[in-house]
């Protein structure tokens, strides 16, 4: 998919399959590629990865049909412009909590290059854009998605408001953080995690909005796109290598008598 075609399939209910990649390995794009994908997440957020790095991932995938998503490391709306113009063709905003947070986001990725005062009186309503200037900017900016990370109590509290943007076109949970806000650390099968879990993706289809959980486990996941999640964000390429190696190791290490030594099973990435 392109960016286009993702925002499209994304607000239209179309099952989106997606997997986060750490590694920028220029042999990897082609590896990923025959996993029958349509986007790959990159992370900013906790990842040391430089902006020529991310620019170049971002290209490489795209060359593959492969939408990029970049989470920048924090809600700004110059870092998501800065991230779509080295490549993106989505920006993922992290710990969402407002619909402030989402017009300025909007702005970055919608209205781009658009800045400024004429930016903010556009986005408050306060001056209509020259058709012109508009006609140009949806034209510009038509495959470029806006993902918000929903992931506290008080995002859970205002996800009415905040999905009242016109600008979202995919909702994306994160399971670690909210299972921390609700107290809950890293229990998701606890009824309180699975019942705010299940309001997201009811609301946010209700909006028109794709949503999904960035999750390591496919039996949360398989129990979340029942529910109407839509967009199936898969674990990571290092999580899938841990987790296969870790039980490689472990077999053979068991079939042949050898204990070895203790293997954490639950490292997450």
């Not at 998919?1 to 920028?24: D, H």
């Not at 082609?30 to 040391?48: S, Y």
């Not at 009186?121 to 140009?136: F, I, M, Q």
Request: aromatic share 8%; glycine share 6%; hydrophobic share 40%.
């Amino acid at each position: 998919m392109n960016g286009k075609e993702l925002i499209q399939a994304l607000r239209a209910g179309q099952r989106v399959y997606g997997t986060a990649i750490y590694s920028p390995s220029p042999i990897w794009p082609r590896v990923v590629q025959n996993r029958d994908l349509d986007m790959v997440f990159i992370d900013t957020e906790h990842t040391p990865q430089d902006r020529n790095m991310i620019s170049w991932m971002c290209n490489a995938f795209a060359a593959l049909n492969l939408a990029p998503v970049v989470r920048v490391p924090e809600p700004d709306p110059y870092l998501a412009q800065m991230t779509v113009d080295g490549g993106a063709h989505g920006v993922i905003a992290p710990y969402i909590e407002h619909p402030d947070q989402v017009k300025a986001l909007g702005g970055a990725v919608k209205f781009g290059p658009l800045k400024g005062e004429k930016l903010q009186a556009a986005l408050d309503g306060e001056a209509a854009l020259e058709p012109a200037l508009a006609d140009y900017l949806a034209a510009r900016n038509a495959s470029k998605a806006l993902f918000v990370n929903i992931e506290s109590v008080p995002a859970l509290e205002r996800l009415d408001e905040i999905l009242q943007s016109p600008f979202i076109d995919c909702v994306l949970v994160g399971p670690h953080d909210l299972s921390c806000s609700l107290g809950l650390p890293e229990q998701y099968d606890h009824p309180v995690f699975d019942e705010a879990i299940r309001t997201i993706i009811s609301k946010s289809r209700a909006a028109g909005v794709g949503v999904g959980i960035h999750h390591n486990f496919a039996h949360h996941e398989i129990e979340w796109v029942k529910a109407g999640a839509n967009l199936v964000m898969h674990s990571s390429d290092i999580s899938s290598f841990n987790r296969a190696l870790t039980a490689e190791f472990k077999r053979i290490r068991e079939e042949t008598d050898d204990v070895g030594q203790i293997v954490d099973e639950n490292v997450h990435f």
